[in-house]
């Protein structure tokens, strides 16, 4: 079974639609993030959480709320979709780091988003 | 804040031939840690290689290696013996010690490896 899980892996909605993509780990991991990938762009983080209680905002978060809902369970919503959410969304986990601090993050699957 | 920038689009290579990927960054940290990641068809990301900053060695996995060079903000990547299944996107990636596990990604270089 996958370690990083994401749910749905294809989602075609409509502009205004409120959408909720879902992430699962059975890493153990304390940290988890949600990114969106660009063609040209590569990929740029929404928001991060560091434990339940501990969510931070990342370089692209307007239009986007997150959830943490356990250790291994972090959501992300569009409260209402527009056509420049189309894109692809990664989930990464992390542990809290390894001796010097280069901890590898695990992604998932990936949901391909589409906004028409 | 820092940048990450891979100035190559497309890339391709021919089977059994070696081809090297290029990233640059800047940044004003002194400690930090760099990393190769490729995307295949799939779309999975995978973790290739990793270097961290303060290490004077370049790391080296399999017929992956690095050439970082600190003074000059320069971290590319070198695939030797290039296989059809190295056919993939790879994005070249940076954490500072004060990130937090934040990771700011270069746009991509798609390789493609032709037989």
């Known amino acids: 079974d996958a370690d990083v899980t994401q749910t749905p892996r294809n989602r075609i909605t409509k502009t205004g639609k409120r959408i909720m993509l879902e992430c699962s780990q059975t890493k153990g991991h304390d940290r988890m993030y949600w990114y969106r990938q660009d063609p040209g762009l590569g990929l740029r983080l929404i928001y991060y959480s560091f434990d339940v209680k501990d969510i931070n905002k990342g370089e692209i978060s307007d239009g986007y709320s997150v959830s943490r809902q356990a250790q291994a369970k972090f959501s992300l919503s569009l409260e209402s979709a527009i056509p420049n959410q189309t894109a692809l969304y990664f989930c990464?986990?992390?542990?809290?780091?390894?001796?010097?601090?280069?901890?590898?993050?695990?992604f998932g699957p990936g949901t391909r988003l589409t906004v028409l | 804040a820092q940048t990450v920038t891979q100035s190559q689009p497309e890339m391709s290579v021919q089977e059994a031939e070696t081809v090297t990927l290029s990233c640059t960054y800047d940044?004003?940290?002194?400690?930090?840690?760099l990393f190769w990641y490729k995307q295949p068809p799939s779309r999975q990301m995978i973790l290739v290689i990793r270097q961290e900053a303060y290490k004077q060695q370049n790391a080296t996995e399999n017929r992956f290696s690095v050439n970082f060079q600190k003074a000059a903000k320069s971290f590319s990547l070198k695939i030797s013996d290039s296989q059809l299944g190295d056919t993939a996107m790879y994005f070249c990636?940076?954490?500072?010690?004060?990130?937090?596990?934040?990771?700011?990604f270069g746009e991509g270089t798609q390789l493609t490896v032709n037989p």
């Open positions: 990464a986990t992390s542990d809290f780091g390894l001796a010097g601090g280069g901890d590898e993050q695990f």
């Open positions: 990636a940076f954490r500072s010690e004060t990130s937090g596990s934040r990771l700011t």
């Open positions: 940044t004003s940290e002194s400690n930090y840690y």
